[in-house]
C-alpha cells in the first residue's frame, strides 16, 4: 500500500482519465471507478473534432483561447490519437459576411492562426465542397481518435501505480459526518478484468479525497454525497451521423452563428456529421429521433452535396454535461460556456475531500485534469507539479519512429500502414509476434496481433476491445468480424463467455444502425442479418441440438414439438450453443 494519499476518481471519460494519469504522475496512490467501459458517457458520443478555438472565438473567446493551447500540446504528447486535418469556416452566398469578419477577428484574437481562402482555393482542397461556396477561413482544427487518446491516458495512470475499474458502478457515497471518505461501487461482472456471467459482488474503496468527473452524471453523484445545493449540470444531447467514406480530408465548419448540422469531421474510414443541442433532463434515458438524423443529411448537403448521395451507416447521440453558475439565468443551452468548473464542496457546501469538475470540452481534457490535480494536491499538501503537458502518452512517445517500424515490418500495405498508425510507438512491441497475423477486420484493417493486445488489456470484454482498435467500426458494422473477435477470446475464456461476449459486441453494432435503414444501407443491414441470423443463428431460432431424429414429421412449434413417435425432442433457442437446454 502506498504511504501516498489515496485518491479516489469517479469517472471514466478523457477528464476522468486524464485526473487519473496526472496524480498517479505526481506519486499519489490513485484508484478510478467507471460505471461501464471506459468513454461509456460523452466522450465515447463525440465526433472526433480536436479544437482550434474557432467554435468558440467570437461568442466564448476563454474557451477558444484554451483550446488553442489544448490543441498544441495534445499534438505533441498524443500523435498517434490525432489526425492533422485543418479546418475550414466556409461561407455560403445566405452567410453573413459581418459574421465571417468577426470569426477572423476573433481568431486572431484568441492566437488562432487562421487563412483567408476564395471559394476556388476552398474548392482545390476540398473538391466535394459545395459549388456556391464563396470563401473559407483555415484554421488549425484535427480530428482526434476519443477511444484511443481516453485508454492512453488509463494505461498511463496505470503504469504508475493506478487502479483503473471499469463495469463498477457508484451505489453510494460514504460519509462520516461532514467528510466524503469513499464510495461503494458494484462489481457488474466479478473482480479483475471483466468476464461475462461472473457473479457481481459490492465494494467499499476508502479514501482520502473523492474527485466526482462523471460529466453529465455529476448532479447523481452529488445527491449521492447529500450535497445542499445541487450540481446543476444541463444535460444537452447531440446527434452524431456517420457516412460510410470520407467525403472531406479536412474538417468543415459552417460559418455562421449557432446552429444545428454545422460540421463535418472527417474521422479515420469515415466522416461524421454533427450536431443538435437539445436540452434533456436525464443524461440516459432521452430520445433518439429520425428527424434529427434526417436534419444532418438535409442541411450539411448543402456544404458538400455529395453527402446526399452516400451511404449512411450509423447514428449515436451524446449528452454535453453544460454547467451553468447558479443565477445566470441563460434560457438556450447553446448559449452556456463551453468552460469547465471546479466545484469544491467543502467550501459551497460544508462537504469536507469532495470536489466535482463539470463543463468543459473534450480538448481541454487536459487541462482540466491539471486544474483539479493541482487542487487536490494543495488539499492533501503534496508538492508535485503537473507533467502531463510535455510527457507523451503511451504509443507517442516517439511517433517518428512509424516510418522506421515500416521498414523492419514490411509495412506497405494499407493494412500494416493503418495498424502502425493506430499503435504508433507500441507498433513493434504489439506487431512483433510469432506465427501468421491475419487481419481480423478488414473495414478498418485490424490484425489479430492488435485484437489479442486488446483482449490482453480488456479481458473478454469485445466492446472495450472494439474501443481499443476500431474493430466492428467500419462500413460493415461488425456483419464480417463479431464472430472473428469472438473466435480470439479462445482459449483463454470458454464458450460460454465467448458467445456472451459476442453477443454483447454484435448488439451494440446493431444500436446505432436502425436510423439508418433505408436506401443501401437497408440492404447491408439485411446482408448482416442474413450471415449472422441465418448462417450463424444468431436470431436464436428454435434449433435441434440432440442426436438427429430421423422421423421429426414437424418442427414448428419450438420447444414443444415432439417426433411422431411421441419421444421428447429439445430445441435450442441460444443461437445453438452446444450444451444448452
Known sequence: MSSQPHVLVIGGGSTGCGIARDLAMRGLDVTLVEQGNLTHGTTGRMHGLLHSGGRYAVADQASAKECMIENRIL????????????????????????????????????????????????????????????????????AVDPFRLCVANAASAEEHGARIETHAPVVDVLKEGDEVVGVEVEHESGPGKR????????????????????????????EMAGLEQEIEVRPGKGVMTIMNTRQVDTVINRCKPKGDADIVVPHETTAILGTTDVEVDDPEDYPEEQWEVDLMIDTLKELVPIIEEARTIRSFWGVRPLYEPPGTGTSDSTDITRDFFLLDHSERDGVENFTSIVGGK?????????DISDHVCDKLGVDAECRTDEVPLPGSEDFSVLRDYMDEFGIRSPIGRRSAQRLGSRTDEVLDVDGPNPTVCECEAVT????????????????????????????????FCC?????????????????????????????????????????????KYSLHGTTMNRDKDAATTDTVISDFTAFDTGAGASPSDGTAGTAATDGGRRGGD
Open 75 to 142: 499534438r505533441d504528447i498524443a500523435s498517434h490519437c490525432v489526425e492533422e486535418t485543418g479546418g475550414l469556416f466556409v461561407k455560403r452566398p445566405e452567410d453573413s459576411e459581418e459574421y465571417f469578419q468577426k470569426k477572423l477577428e476573433g481568431c486572431k484574437e484568441c492566437d488562432i492562426p487562421v487563412e483567408v481562402l476564395s471559394g476556388e482555393e476552398a474548392r482545390k482542397e476540398e473538391p466535394y465542397l459545395a459549388k456556391d461556396v464563396e470563401k473559407a477561413i483555415r484554421v488549425p482544427d484535427g
Open 195 to 222: 468476464v461475462h456471467r461472473e457473479p457481481g459482488t459490492r465494494e467499499e474503496i476508502r479514501a482520502d479525497y473523492v474527485v466526482n468527473a462523471t460529466g453529465a452524471w455529476a448532479g447523481q453523484i452529488g
Open 362 to 370: 473534450f480538448t481541454t481534457y487536459r487541462m482540466m485534469g491539471e
Open 448 to 479: 489479430r496481433a492488435e485484437v489479442q493486445d486488446g483482449i490482453e488489456g480488456s479481458g473478454s470484454d469485445l466492446n472495450a476491445v472494439r474501443l481499443r482498435t476500431r474493430a466492428s467500426m467500419g462500413n460493415c458494422q461488425g456483419a
Open 483 to 527: 464472430h472473428r473477435m469472438a473466435s480470439e477470446l479462445y482459449d483463454e475464456y470458454d464458450e460460454e463467455t465467448a458467445y456472451d461476449a459476442w453477443d454483447e459486441l454484435y448488439q451494440e453494432r446493431w444500436k446505432g444502425e436502425r436510423h439508418a435503414m433505408w436506401g443501401r444501407q437497408l440492404s447491408q443491414a439485411a446482408l
